[in-house]
Structures are given as structure tokens and as C-alpha cells.
């Protein structure tokens, strides 16, 4: 079963740039699909950007689209999310997730609940 742990959060200010890291443990992502979500208090979940580990086909929400960016470090065995021009709205704690399907539409639709999550990072912006 694999662990998921995000690092790379911290507080920013407006328009600068931070890479969020989510790594596996106990476990590889496989052909996964592998994805970010956001919460701020108050405010529902939203899907960010998910990416199949083995294909690399990638899927956008509209949440953070055109300034974020999803990659992998295979040799890290990493999922990486760039985040750009970061605004205070984008306050909020940041989670991994994981899907067994592979399917980057499904995760970012909705339609599939991801199987794993990690504990989540919380990125702060001030202007």
C-alpha cells in the first residue's frame, strides 16, 4: 500500500513561485494516476492537476490553470506541482492523492475518489 508525503510548502508572497513534492513510500505510483487538490477553511475541495505516472498524459482543473504546472521526478519517485504567480487566494492547505485506475479525467472530473492521500502541506501567500 502506498504512502504518500507532500513537502515543499511554506508561506509566500504574491507573484512568487513554489514546487509542492509528493513522494511515494511503502510502494511506487505504478500507472497511477497521481494529483493535487487544495482546501482553504471554509471553501470545498478542489482538484488541481493530476498526471498518470507511467503514460505522463496529464489533466488541468481550472482552479490554478496556466500557473501551475505537474511533472514527475522518476528518479526521486516524486510527483512535483509548480505553482506561479501565486495569490492570496491561493491560500490553502495543498494535498497528494492517488488513483489505482491511472485515469487523470476521472481524478480530475470527480468520477473516481482517489485511493490514497497524503496528510497535506499548507502553503500561505501575503501580499
Known amino acids: 500500500q502506498v504512502q504518500l508525503i507532500e513537502s515543499g510548502g511554506g508561506s509566500v508572497q504574491t507573484g512568487d513561485s513554489l514546487t509542492l513534492s509528493c513522494a511515494a513510500s511503502?510502494?511506487?505510483?505504478?500507472?497511477?494516476?497521481v494529483g493535487w487538490f487544495r482546501q482553504a477553511p471554509g471553501n470545498e475541495r478542489q482538484f488541481i492537476a493530476a498526471?498518470?505516472?507511467?503514460?505522463?498524459?496529464?489533466y488541468y482543473g481550472d482552479s490554478l490553470k496556466g500557473r501551475c504546472t505537474i511533472s514527475t521526478d522518476n528518479a526521486r519517485n516524486t510527483v512535483l506541482l509548480r505553482l506561479d504567480n501565486l495569490k492570496v487566494e491561493d491560500t490553502a492547505v495543498y494535498y497528494c492523492?492517488?488513483?489505482?485506475?491511472?485515469?487523470?479525467?476521472?481524478?480530475?472530473?470527480?468520477?473516481?475518489?482517489?485511493?490514497?492521500w497524503g496528510q497535506g502541506t499548507q502553503v500561505t501567500v501575503s501580499s
Open positions: 492523492a492517488a488513483d489505482v485506475s491511472g485515469s487523470v479525467v476521472f481524478m480530475g472530473m470527480g468520477t473516481n475518489e482517489p485511493d490514497y
Open positions: 511503502r510502494g511506487s505510483f505504478s500507472t497511477y494516476a
Open positions: 498526471i498518470n505516472w507511467s503514460r505522463g498524459n496529464v
